[in-house]
């Protein structure tokens, strides 16, 4: 069983307040007078989705989101619209003004840099639900902020990184240079030096904001990760979104490790670069997205700050494959450790 299916169903059993997903038949009933209510609740429900730059096939961020709206639709029967930005990002703000002008509630934004449109168009349309994923500034009232702690999952596979390094150096290939970008550097440096703290850490963002193109170039990526690779670093770990192809690329022609995000990148690529993905951080934005329409089909919509962490099973790494298997004890240890309030992991590197 994959860690994705055991995560949708640990979120619907929290959403429809059950015992256990497989308890008793009147555990079974409630959830079946549940999933009818949601259903009826579902009926003339229209979601609107705009993808992030790249839109869906990115086999990442995009791709995740997009499973939890159709994992959303297969359950509740809902009609979707999903709509994806040009490559300059020059028409965000028309993207959210059309799925609200057409009756589409909710209206999912899935990525940061929709928070500076959406402070324009929410306002102008306040009987529309807008979500945005992956942003906590976007301050109002008919406005879902979906977060997550990626500092968490990168920490878990930095530790992993410094326990697999054969030279002592590792490698950080992140997209463009922003808040949230800088949390997944943070969180793999600290969790990389709590194990060894003599590591030595290479890392590079390949764009600066307003050029988000860093999250749509693989050949920059897979120039940034071979410069690591050969100044010695034997794993490098990717936060580019579909620039991450380029570093998974670089690790094969290294012979050395990749690093994934996310999703379990090692599902999605092509199989002659599987092979070097040692694991993935791993977001559920899935499980975030579906969560949150379902929620709103039975009326019970949600605003303001919504964060996955570890606690909630909304990041976390990947297990594909043995070759964790050695170090999962640790790794697991780490997890409770940071669950606890015991390990604070920073955000800022």
């Not at 929290?14 to 999933?35: I, K, R, Y």
């Not at 040692?278 to 977001?283: I, P």
């Not at 019970?300 to 919504?306: E, H, N, P, S, T």
Request: aromatic share 8%; hydrophobic share 45%.
């Amino acid at each position: 069983m994959s860690r994705l299916f055991t995560r949708s169903s640990i979120a619907l059993c929290f959403l429809f307040a059950l015992v256990a997903c497989g308890g008793s038949q009147g555990t079974a009933q409630n959830a079946g007078a549940n999933e009818a209510a949601s259903a009826a609740g579902a009926a003339g429900l229209r979601v609107g989705v705009a993808y992030s730059r790249g839109g869906r096939g990115d086999k990442s961020f995009n791709d995740s989101a997009g499973a939890g709206v159709d994992q959303a639709k297969a359950a509740l029967g809902i009609e979707v619209k999903e709509l994806s930005p040009n490559a300059a990002g020059s028409d965000l703000e028309e993207i959210l003004r059309l799925l609200a002008e057409t009756g589409h509630n909710p209206v999912l934004a899935v990525g940061f840099f929709y928070a500076q449109p959406l402070t324009k168009v929410a306002p102008a349309y306040p009987g529309t639900h807008f979500v945005i994923i992956d942003d906590a500034t976007v301050k109002l009232p008919n406005v879902t902020n979906v977060v997550f702690r990626e500092e968490q999952a990168s920490y878990l596979v930095g530790a992993a990184a410094a326990l697999k390094s054969a030279t002592g150096r590792i490698g950080f290939v992140g997209g463009v240079q922003t808040p949230p970008q800088e949390k997944f550097l943070a969180g793999y440096a600290a969790g990389a030096r709590a194990i060894d703290p003599k590591i030595r850490l290479s890392s590079v963002f390949m764009t600066q904001p307003p050029d988000f193109s860093g999250f749509s170039s693989p050949d920059k990526a897979r120039e940034a990760a071979r410069g690591m690779y050969d100044g010695g670093a034997d794993i490098v770990y990717h936060a580019a979104g579909a620039s991450g192809l380029g570093v998974f690329q670089a690790a094969k022609a290294a012979h050395k490790w990749a690093i994934g995000v996310d999703v379990d990148q090692r599902r999605t690529v092509a199989p002659d670069l599987s092979e070097v993905i040692l694991t993935s951080a791993t977001k559920q934005i899935d499980v975030a997205v579906r969560r949150v329409i379902e929620e709103q089909a039975a009326g019970k919509a949600v605003y303001g700050l919504r964060e996955f962490g570890l606690d909630e099973d909304g990041v976390g790494y990947a297990t594909t494959g043995s070759d964790l298997a050695d170090i999962r004890p640790r790794l697991d240890e780490i997890r409770k450790r940071i669950i606890a309030g015991e390990i604070d992991v920073p955000v800022t590197p």
